[in-house]
Structures are given as C-alpha cells and as structure tokens.
C-alpha cells in the first residue's frame, strides 16, 4: 500500500519464496547478480537476477545451501570480493562459505558450482546475531547473545585468526557494522560545507539490548577498544548503519525511532537527529546513496522496516547550516504498509551495485524475501 | 550481603562473560506437611537482628517448632529460618561469574568467612580437637601487587620488594589475624614446576607413538590458570587432553601443608584450616574442586582463598599499615639447613615469566637434556600477550637450524581462542560439537584440496622450508587466561587512576565497577583513549617489575651464559654476599628438600624397601645432587652444566620414565589433577530473536 503524501514510489519487483520459515536477513552479492537470504530453516537461498530487454528485473532460485547449522540462521554477509560468504547462527557458530573452485569456465563456477563450508568460527556461547565484513574484506565482526562482539582477521586459507574479544555491552548485542572507510576517501574529493574531515579509520559500530551503541576503533600498540557509547535510544537497539560516506550513523529501536548520530569529532558522535514515523519496533535499517546519483549535498536514502510492516524511505541532505551540531535535512520519501502482509520484517538491505542502487530487499516473517524499486 | 572484596571493580576487557541465570535447584531438606484442610497458614516475621522466623498466622508458634526444638532465644514464638546460601560446591561452573563484575554471592571463599572463622578458632582450646592451626600462603603475583600498590603511593621512597611485603603481611597475619604460619607458595611451585616438566617428558616420549589408543600428547597446554581450566571444561572439551594434569602451585601448596606439614606438625588434615592469597578469583573456584577435597577427612587441601585485593582489605578493617617496616625486614634467612616444621624456602625466584615460569622451565628441560647445543630465540607474535620460543639445534653452515621445540606463551581470552583453534587443526581433534563438527569436517577437505593444489602450481613439488616451519605446532603452550598474565589477575590491586578532570579517584574506594568508570568510554577524545588504555597498561608492567624486584641485584635474562651470573640471578636476593654460594644453598636446598617432600609423601611407608624410593627419587630428581651431603660435588658438576643448563634448577629428568608401582601411583595423586567436560546446553526457552 503507498503512501499518499510521499513523492516517491516503493514499487514490488519480485517475491523471492521457498524458505519453510521465517526470513532472518538477506545479503546483495556486492559484485554479481546474486542475493542471499537466510531464514529459521536453517537454509541460505540464493538468487540471481538478469534484465530483459524490456529492462525488466527478474529474479530466479539459483541454488539453496543446506548449511549444517543446527539452529536458525540468523545473519548474512558478503566479502567485498563477493566470492565469501559469511553466516551468523543461533548455534553460536560462524560459517564461512565459499564456492569449491573447479577447471570448469567461469560462467560455470559462478552459477553451478556448490557452496561448501570452508572455515567454521566458534567462540560465541550463545547465539550469534550479526556478522559483517570490513570494508577491506580482510577482518569480520560478529556479535551474540552473550554479550560480546568479536574482531577476526581474515587470513590465507580460509584460515582466522581472533584479534579481540569485546565484553562491553551489558546485554545481548544485536547487531555490528564497519565505517565504509573507503567511501571517507572517495568522499573527499566531494567537499561539503558542514563536514568536517576525518583521518580515514576503520571504526565497528555494535548495537544492544542494553539500549546502546558502542563504537571500537584499533589501538595499533594494543587490543581494540571501545572509545564511545552512544546513549539516547529508550530501548534496544536493533540494528545500526553508517552513512554512504561515513559521516553519520543511523540507529533503529525498540523505542519506534530512528536516531541520526552525526561525527562532531574524531572519536565524538553526537545525536542530532530523532525520525519518527513507526508504530512498532524498527528492527533493521539499511542507507544507501540513493538514485539517481544524488546531488550535491544529497546524503542518500535511508530504509527502514520493522514490527509495523512498513517500509519507510528516508531521504536526508546535508545541513542548510554550517553549526557543529546542525541536524542534515530529511524528508519521507516514500512508504509502504503491510509490506509482507501483517507479518514483522525482519531487515531492509540496498543493493550496493552500481546502477542497481534503487534495489531494495526486505525479509519478512511470512517466509518470503522481497525486492522492491524504489523511486524519488 | 556485601561482596567480598574487590570484586566490584573490573575494567579488565579479557573477562569470560557470565552466560546464563545460576540454575541451581532449590533442595527440599524436609517433605512439606500435609495440610489440613482449614488449618492456619504462617507468616515470615523478621526480628530486629535480621532473623526471619516462620510464625503460624495466628500468632502461636507452629507445631515444627516445637517438635524441632529450634526457635530459641529471642524468637518468642516461631521458628527460626536458616538463611538460603549458596556456596562453591553449588556452583556449576556455568560460566566464570566469578570474574565478572555481576555475580552470586560466595560466602564460603571470601575474607569475611576468613574473619569469622579466626574468630571462632580463637575461642577453642587448642588442645581441642575442634581447634584447627590456622595457616595461609600467599602467591608471589599477591606480593607484587601490594609492593607495587606501596611503591606508588610513596614514590620517593626506595621501591618495596616482596620480601620486604612478605615479611610485613607475615607479621600482620600473625599478630593482627592470629596465624600460626605464612608462608609464600613459591616452594610449592617449585614442586609443580618439576612435576609439570616431568609430565612434558613423559608426553614427548609417548606423542606419536603407535599401539591401540594412542592419542596425541603435545602440545601440553599449561594447567595452573583455573580461568582457562574452567572455560576448556566449558566450551572446549577437545581440548581436555593436551592440558597437563599437574596441580597448580596452590593446589601443589595445599598437599604440602596439609600432607606433609601436617604429619611435621602432628595435625590431620582436618585439624588445619588453609587460606590462600591469589591475584585471581577463579582461584577459588580451582579449591573447591572435587579433586581437591579429601575424603577421608572431609577436608579441601585449601579451605579458603581470598584475593589480593581482600587482604589489602582485612588489613585496612585492621588499620594495620603496610607502609612500616617491621623489625629484620631486610635480613635473609639463613636457610642453608631449613627445619621444614616452620620454615619452608622463601621466594625462590623462577626465571622466565611472571605467570609461574612453565613454559621457561620445560625449555631448560629440553635444552639440558639435548645432546645438542640448542639455541634459542623469541618471537613476539601480533601482541606482547602472545610469543614465540623456538629451540634449534645450531647449525654450522649459518643457516637456521633444526626445530628442535616450539612452545608459545599465550595470554589473554583472544589469544586463547587462537590457540584452541591451532591445536585443534594441528592435532585434528574435532573442534565443536554436534553438526557443527561436521561443517568442520568439510571444511577441511575443501582446503585440503586448495593446498595440495598450490604445492602443485609451485612447480618444483618441494615444500617451502618456511611454510614447513611455519605449520610445525607447538610442543608446549603457557595459557593464561588474563591479559597480561596472573600479575594482571582479577583479584589484584587497582590503581588509583586519574580521571579525565585529572582529579585522583580511587575507583576500588568509590566501587565504580564497569562501563562508566572507564574514563575512556565518557567522552571519547583520542588522547584521553590512549591515557586510559595505557594506565591498565602500565600498572601492569609496574606489578611486572615489582615481581621481578629483588633487593640486592637487578634482573637477569634467563640464557645468559655467564655461570656467575646465572648464580647470582637465580638467588640474587636469598644471598646478597657470596652469589655463587648463595645460589647452591637457595636452589639445591629446594631441590633437595623437594625430593624429600616427594619421598616422605609418596615413599613406601614400610620403609622395608628403601631402594625404590631412593631410584625414584635419583631419577625424578635432579641429577647433579645424588645425596644429601652432596652439596660440594653438586656445585663442582654445576660450573660444568651450566652452559647447557643455564642457571636452571628445575628438575624432571626422565631416566626412570618407566618406575611403576605403588610409589607412581602415590605420587600421581599427590601432584596431579584431572578435568572433566561441562555439559553446558541447557534446554531452556525458545529464544525468538
């Protein structure tokens, strides 16, 4: 159902069915046609999709991975490379997958071969709820149930080695996700007004049922460490995502709400902004750059999906000030109730392909996994 | 009910997280009573000291009371409750909520059990078989934390030694507190240390050996962090056999009191009460094992242990002040004839690291018993909590030599994930459980698959010495479970920190525990991070150095080769004037006297065939003193091993690996321990998200 007062349009591309359970999250290949969605099965499906000649997507089952966890899997992530996938399970366990690399053609590899399990991380007492891959590809972040997140280094070999082990949420930690240090750089030949710049840096952000978000960054003489706490939400934190270009983050709750944090200082982020527009929990929140390619100031889109089934498309623009803590410009670009009918939806994810960046996918509690095309 | 000590204040990051609710069933002692139909309920009444009596509701006593004969005193009419406790023997290991901050409460280990118990103990007649002889020892970690602590409160004074803290928390133990004896548990780890190198050799000589039911042996993972001994019992069963069976020096200090001491003194086991100061709280988890209690005597081999932290507390409830010398605080005891009735040998210092020295001890085991001069070098890894100590044999042509031994020291929680990981690939144990063993299994082949193919592009078919090298595993591994090692224990002191506003705040006063007490999470400016992340930093290498302070001479690196050095250095301060000869009475005299605790402990007490206790001893023992009156032959063969031996004195030769029998059996279950897998799942609720 769209919404009325929205100039933008939230337009049903496909609905991607077959998992026997409900849909956890979904993962965009970042370099092929390709989507991963994970479920309560203890399934990862993948798709694959082609334009026509009609320039019309279509989206067809490419294979399904029966991935030996033995509870629900919950979370998904991709390498950069988008030859490694990584799967976050309520088993405690970590998989990662890649394709058994054969003499067959590429074309072949690509679309037949078998996923296989190539390294198996164990270390969480309990159940893992988010995995997520730098944006070098070379470490991986994961978070669980009990407490803690954990930095791995992603060695040759399929082989990792654990760099540090993170006990300071006081509660189940939901969700993490890492600064896109490469878009800092591509950014700076952009300048803005009301941005101040910052040394490049890889930064993990952790989201908790202790109503917080942690920020770590790496102390090269010593361990990681957290050196912010976010405070504000009233409630858990569900999910948390950077800005396109790293300056900002946005935060999903419990309390219906979406916090904007902006970077007021190296190591200072700072609330500026609070969008309401939710009946229920936001669980799962994704910002992507927008299309077509925003223009100057343009700060991207902002999806977000949760217990109300509906999707809301934020647009945000930088500041129309120069102040430190000047909130960016948003408007409602679009939404859509009932979504996946009256179920929950579990997580929204942009497509990070070049062209396909008006992509978005969401998983619901209804089994199925949907793209949408969203239009300003 | 307050916790003991000061277990409020962690801002360690390396802690094992507690897990789950402490799922302990409450125990129904008596049936519950019919009731009968239209009979009065009771109520809980609590009285003015806190008592809680159960009281029949209309205000007569219940007829439990009077058929129990409880409700005395001031309970009028009513039953008197007994308070709900939950001690050790309840704990099930579920998850080291012992360090961290929120957790049970234990009242059996702390220094308020300590207290009450004193003051009971006071009351009774010694002659009294109810009268137990109070003993304590205190870990050398213990004593560095409160020299550093005194040290940085007085900086301009000359820094404090542990001898110096030894002999002041001697006298405080024993005027303020009542102990008969304090000891510092450095004899006993000396014990261990032998025991531990024994067990290394007796594993390297069965690792790889064929025959039904051969398991691999090596590497040996170190036993005496009950930090990592209760996580592997948790979460990493697999890992079970490679941890080495000998007691820790606390547990090795609890046979020597209550066995050995005990038989000196003419106590049973059960007539001595035990405490323990340790830098660690999973400590007393580690006593309150089943091993560890004796059956026979319905006694642990230490009754108590308390931290660091809480015997600076009782001290400070004591208004005793650490600060003042006591009277012949510098002198050294003269112990070249020690009466082991009281006087055990003080603060023999092992050379290697501040954790207890494993690792050091079984690579002066392998090097003195190498045909071949080895050489050493040291690799720190990605962090100073993880290195590398590599043995070769020296090679004459320049280049690297044959890796003879390679063991690592490994510290801190992340550390040990990567060495369950490595073990687990290079011994090929199953890491994991259930179809989480079966992802592994596939996983292996897949990357089998990818090597073997790269060997293959390399063309010349030769495998890269280096990468050889690089996949050898490790023989030994020293694990820690805290960053830093045990002089970074959870149980020890704070420092007093500065905050942001540079104001001193004394966090273990306040009780600030956590989050918001670590200054660096406030307000997150880089260099108020860096300061916050280096205090802990810091504090921990002063403890370091405090450990290692000795009055009279500076540290030494364990490997020099010079003999006068290494006899200075191993007793630099037991005998300030004549090193060489100090070094002889020091160690050898500890030597000796370990092959008599062994012998006495584990000896055939017939005495009908002393030849087997002796061979035994000979051949555990160390071989450079064959008798008791061979001290000036010892030390002649002592200028001649050093080179090979550097200085080391702990000793485990295995000659006699084959000695069976009764004396074996005994010594096995005087010095060694064993572990068993948690079943932690518990099947609780469905978890939705």
């Known amino acids: 159902m769209q919404d009325a007062n929205s100039t933008g349009t939230i337009e049903a591309v496909a609905e991607l069915a077959g998992h026997d359970d409900r849909v956890w999250h979904i993962a965009w290949n970042p370099t092929r046609p390709l989507i991963a969605s994970c479920s309560a099965d203890k399934h990862v499906r993948l798709y694959s999709y082609s334009k026509d000649d009609q320039n019309n997507l279509s989206f067809n089952h490419n ?39 054969g003499d067959e053609d590429e074309d072949v590899l690509e679309n037949m071969a ?22 070098t590809g070379t470490l991986l972040a994961s978070c669980s149930r009990d407490k803690t997140v954990w930095i791995w280094e992603v060695q040759p070999d399929a082989d990792f080695e654990c760099l540090s082990v993170m006990m300071e949420h006081s509660q189940d930690v939901k969700c993490v996700a890492w600064h896109p240090t490469e878009e800092v ?31 770590y960054v790496d102390d090269p003489s010593d361990d990681w460490f957290c050196f912010s706490t976010l405070k504000g939400h009233t409630s858990t934190v569900w999910s948390v995502a950077w800005a396109p270009g790293g300056q900002y983050i946005a935060s999903a709750s419990d309390d219906q709400t979406i916090r904007i944090w902006k970077r007021v200082e190296q190591h200072r982020w700072e609330s500026v902004l609070v969008l309401t527009g939710h009946d229920r929990s936001v669980y799962s929140i994704s910002w992507g750059p927008g299309k077509p390619q925003a223009p100057e100031g343009a700060l991207g889109w902002i999806a977000s999906v949760g217990g109300d089934g509906k999707i809301i498309i934020w647009e945000l623009t930088d500041p129309s000030e120069d102040a430190q803590m000047a909130p960016p410009n948003y408007k409602i670009l679009a939404q859509r109730s009932s979504a996946h009918g009256v179920y929950d939806i579990n997580a929204a994810v942009w497509c990070p392909r070049p062209g396909y960046e008006d992509l978005l996918a969401t998983a619901g509690d209804d089994c199925a996994t949907r793209i949408w095309r969203v239009s300003p | 009910m307050a916790f003991s000590g000061a277990l409020t204040l962690t801002d360690l990051n390396d802690f094992i997280t507690p897990s789950q609710a402490c799922i302990k069933p409450v125990e129904q002692t008596n049936p ?85 118990f004193l003051s009971e103990n006071a009351k009774v007649d010694p002659s009294c078989l109810s009268y137990k002889l109070p003993v304590i020892s205190i870990a050398p970690q213990s004593l560095a934390s409160l020299a550093a602590s005194l040290s940085a409160a007085n900086p301009s004074h000359t820094p404090v030694t542990p001898r110096q803290v030894l002999r002041r928390v001697r006298e405080f133990c024993i005027t303020a507190l009542g102990f008969s004896h304090v000891f510092d548990t450095t004899f006993a780890r000396h014990l261990a240390l032998r025991e531990h190198v024994r067990e290394f050799a007796e594993r390297r000589a069965r690792h790889g050996k064929e025959g039904p039911g051969a398991e691999p042996q090596l590497p040996m993972l170190a036993s005496a962090c009950p930090g990592w001994i209760c996580y592997a019992e948790k979460a990493h069963a697999e890992m079970l056999p490679f941890i080495a069976r000998t007691k820790s020096p606390q547990q090795v200090m609890g046979t020597l009191v209550k066995n050995w001491m005990g038989e000196k003194w003419g106590k049973l086991p059960s007539e001595i009460y035990h405490v323990a100061v340790m830098p660690c709280y999973d400590k007393k988890l580690e006593a309150s094992r089943q091993d560890f209690y004796n059956e026979m005597y319905s006694t642990r081999d230490v009754d108590c242990v308390i931290t660091t932290g809480e015997l600076e ?21 003269n112990i070249s004839s020690p009466e082991p009735s009281t006087l055990l040998p003080e603060l023999l210092r092992h050379e290697g690291s501040s954790s207890g020295s494993y690792l050091q001890a079984v690579i002066d085991h392998v090097r003195r018993t190498s045909q071949d001069p080895l050489t050493l070098t040291v690799q720190a890894m990605r962090n100073t909590d993880h290195e590398e100590h590599i043995l070769r044999r020296s090679s004459t042509n320049g280049t690297a030599g044959e890796i003879v031994f390679k063991g690592a020291k490994c510290y801190g929680f992340r550390n040990l994930q990567n060495v369950v990981r490595k073990v687990g690939r290079e011994s090929g144990v199953r890491v994991g459980g259930g179809a989480a063993g079966r992802l592994t299994g596939r996983g292996r082949r ?25 996949e050898r595993g490790y023989d030994y591994v020293e694990v820690m479970a805290c960053p830093g090692g045990c002089v970074n224990g959870g149980g020890q002191i704070r420092p007093a920190v500065k905050d942001a506003e540079g104001y001193q705040r004394d966090w273990s006063a306040s009780g600030v525990a956590g989050d918001d007490g670590n200054v660096g999470s406030v307000v997150g400016g880089a260099p108020e991070v860096v300061q916050a992340k280096w205090g802990d930093k810091e504090w921990t290498r002063k403890v370091e150095e405090a450990y290692w302070r000795a009055a009279t001479a500076p540290v030494l690196v364990p490997g020099s080769s010079d003999p006068d050095q290494i006899a200075s250095l191993a007793s630099s301060d037991a005998c300030p004037k004549d090193a060489s000869a100090g070094v002889a009475c020091t160690l050898t005299d500890a030597d000796r006297l370990a092959r008599r605790v062994v012998e006495e402990l584990c000896g055939p007490r017939s005495s009908s065939s002393p030849s087997t206790a002796t061979r035994w001893v000979e051949s555990s023992g160390n071989t450079n003193v064959s008798t008791e009156n061979g001290l000036e032959s010892s030390r002649a063969e002592e200028a001649t091993s050093c080179d090979g031996a550097k200085g080391d004195r702990i000793c485990g030769e295995n000659d006699g690996l084959g000695v069976e029998g009764e ?17 932690s799942e518990v099947i609780g609720l469905a978890v939705k998200w």
Request: proline share 2%; aromatic share 4%.
């Open chain 1, 63 to 101: 294979s399904t991975v029966s991935t030996g966890h033995t509870k629900t899997v919950r979370a998904l992530a991709w390498a950069p490379s988008g030859q490694t996938l990584a799967t976050g399970s309520f088993d405690a366990n970590i998989g990662i997958w890649e394709q058994e690399k």
């Open chain 1, 114 to 135: 078998e996923w296989e399990c190539v390294s198996l991380l164990e270390g969480h007492e309990t159940e893992c709820k988010s995995v997520a891959y730098s944006s």
């Open chain 1, 185 to 215: 750089n591509a950014l700076s030949s952009r300048p803005s007004l009301s941005i101040h710049h910052f040394p490049p840096e890889q930064i993990l952000a952790s989201a908790s049922y202790d109503d917080t978000v942690k920020l």
């Open chain 2, 32 to 116: 519950a009573q019919a009731k009968e139909a239209g009979a009065a309920s009771t109520e809980i009444h609590i009285d003015a000291t806190g008592s809680y009596y159960e009281v029949s509701a209309d205000g007569l006593t219940s007829a439990q009371n009077s058929r129990n004969g409880a409700g005395t005193s001031s309970s009028a009419n009513g039953r008197k409750l007994e308070q709900a406790q939950i001690n050790l023997n309840d704990c099930l290991a579920c998850s080291g909520c012992i360090t961290s901050a929120e957790s049970v409460l234990i009242t059996l280990q702390s220094h308020v059990e300590v207290l009450n």
């Open chain 2, 313 to 333: 507390l009782m001290m400070k409830e004591n208004g005793w002040d650490l600060a003042r010398p006591v009277v012949g605080e510098l002198e050294h005891r």
């Open chain 2, 446 to 470: 897949v990357v089998g698959v990818r090597r073997n193919r790269k060997g293959a592009e390399g063309g010349d078919g030769q495998p890269d010495e280096v990468d050889k090298e690089r």
């Open chain 2, 663 to 679: 004396t074996e059996e005994c010594r096995r279950k005087m010095f060694r321990t064993q572990y068993r897998a948690v079943e």
